[in-house]
């Protein structure tokens, strides 16, 4: 069994992080946490915090990173919502017991030292959530 704890944060995938940021910090005030390179994934996020939840802005690294395709399909915009569980190997083993359909059927690095997985959309009505166990 594992439990869900919070809404971890809300990824939006942007073109420019840097413009994007200027935005929650000057104009809404908020501290952003610095930013990072995640290679694998080929994104370069930057985490705001807000209260016990967070925002990612996520920009590509490359043309053809996972967020340069969401954002020439879809456009900038929400990209995926994170939700804090206690045990992410847990998690999973249990989602994938119910059938639910997994991206990652294991856990991968993610940003800020977070352990992260996926689950496809197909499964959540049309949005893709990341389960995320931060130790």
Same mark, same amino acid.
């Given at each position: 069994?594992?439990? !869900?704890?919070?809404?971890?944060?809300?990824?939006?995938?942007?073109?420019?992080?840097?413009?994007?940021?200027?935005?929650?910090?000057?104009?809404?005030?908020?501290?952003?946490?610095?930013?990072?390179?995640?290679?694998?994934? @080929? !994104?370069?996020?930057?985490?705001?915090?807000?209260?016990?939840?967070?925002?990612?802005?996520?920009? *590509?690294?490359?043309?053809?990173?996972?967020?340069?395709?969401?954002?020439?399909? @879809?456009?900038?915009?929400?990209?995926?919502?994170?939700?804090? !569980?206690?045990?992410?190997?847990?998690?999973?083993?249990?989602?994938?017991?119910?059938? !639910?359909? =997994?991206?990652?059927?294991?856990?991968?690095?993610?940003?800020?030292?977070? *352990?992260?997985?996926?689950?496809?959309?197909?499964?959540?009505?049309?949005? =893709?959530?990341?389960? *995320?166990?931060?130790?």
């Amino acid at each position: 069994m594992f439990k !869900v704890l919070r809404v971890d944060h809300i990824g939006i995938a942007v073109k420019d992080l840097d413009a994007a940021k200027k935005f929650y910090t000057d104009v809404l005030g908020m501290a952003a946490q610095g930013e990072e390179v995640i290679e694998p994934q @080929k !994104v370069k996020v930057c985490f705001i915090p807000s209260g016990d939840s967070e925002v990612e802005l996520l920009e *590509s690294t490359t043309p053809d990173g996972p967020i340069a395709k969401f954002i020439e399909k @879809k456009g900038e915009g929400i990209q995926h919502i994170a939700l804090r !569980v206690d045990n992410i190997e847990n998690a999973l083993k249990d989602l994938k017991a119910k059938g !639910v359909r =997994l991206i990652d059927e294991s856990p991968r690095y993610g940003a800020g030292g977070a *352990s992260i997985a996926f689950v496809h959309p197909k499964a959540t009505g049309g949005i =893709l959530l990341e389960l *995320s166990e931060r130790k």
